[in-house]
DNA sequence: CTTGATGATCTAGCAACGCTAGAATATGGA
DNA sequence: TCCATATTCTAGCGTTGCTAGATCATCAAG
């Protein structure tokens, strides 16, 4: 009798088309016109079917936000695998991360602007966001001895950069310029400490 | 026949108090608790007496964050001031920067994170973000010759140290290698190019 | 002093929001 | 067939930003 079963599977997949349909609404108008309303209109249930899936309207954004962090260590991840050498692979992953910050600025927002109950740094930090930060420390690792501080100061500079661009404070044409800045901070100006890998 | 001036007079007091009142709710309750409803009541006029000042609750909190901006520029300004050497000032102006940031998170939300028309990096930017941004290539200029670019990377570093500290994703207990971390990427590890000031 | 126009202010209400109580419906075992 | 349970829906509450239209005060002209 898998009749449990293929009620969980449908209940599942329902609350999966939840989470696309509100990511999709967001990438494509903003966040604000993902309400309770259109989310239940566009996977054609009605508005309370929703609450039995999400406690409210910031745990959808959360979901959203949860998603987002796969995403961007996959892409963080490739980025770094396909350099060659540490120091274009640190390169490459802060290129990747505003690349992905300015191509879903939607997305980007659910992960880092909206207030969210998602913690980092404690015990009960979700496996997505941890993964995340594992993806920025390995391209750090072998600049440094003290790992967490310098990744965290480097994300707080990722973090930094995307926000003040999006938000139209500091100039786009720049934009190299200060990436350059960043990586040449943690990988030095001349040959590291080591040779070349 | 100072009646007109009069009645510009009154008119101005009511739109700085309509500006105060948004600041002292945000501040004690959260940018949620000011719903124009709250400031009329606060204010002792209709709601539609609001919108005779302001566009539309945006510009009220934009009206705010300007004059954050003020304050931030003259804490900065007094930290770099009082300062002893280049170095220090450097130092003192980060630890003013995050002191303003988690001492006025409200305030500094209106002026970072939420959504708002002010401009920077542009022709029409407003003088109060001008002279933020000054104040803090003040005390970056010793270091570098590209000073915009360094002062935006800069900026970005404590934008982002602020933002991932103030949502748990950074640990705070690390708070003050990070910060050292940011002021030798600056000011060099051992003495900079030219001797102490 | 009265009148009429102008501007300032208020009352009342619209449409949309997040969210929920309680009715209606479907489901599956006795 | 009947009932208990679980699922889903209808309808609506309270709140929001914002605004149209009524009301009131002000002041120059007759």
Redesign the pocket.
Known sequence: ?G?TER?GRE?AEREHRIVATARAIAEREGWD??????LADEI??????L??HFE???AIVAAVAVEGFKDITAALRTAASESIGRRKALENVVLAYLAFAMGRPALYEAMFVLPTKLRFAEADTRPELQAAFAALAAVVKPFCTDVAVVTETFWAALHGLTELERSGRIRPAARADRIALVVRAIAGSGSSARARG
Chains 1, 2 share one sequence.
Do not use: C, L
């Not at 016109?33 to 259109?38: E, H, L, N, P, Q």
């Not at 054609?44 to 079917?49: G, I, L, M, R």
């Open positions: 009798m009749i009620k209940r016109a993902v309400t309770i309303r259109r054609e249930y009605s508005q309370p079917v609450y039995s409210n309207r910031d």
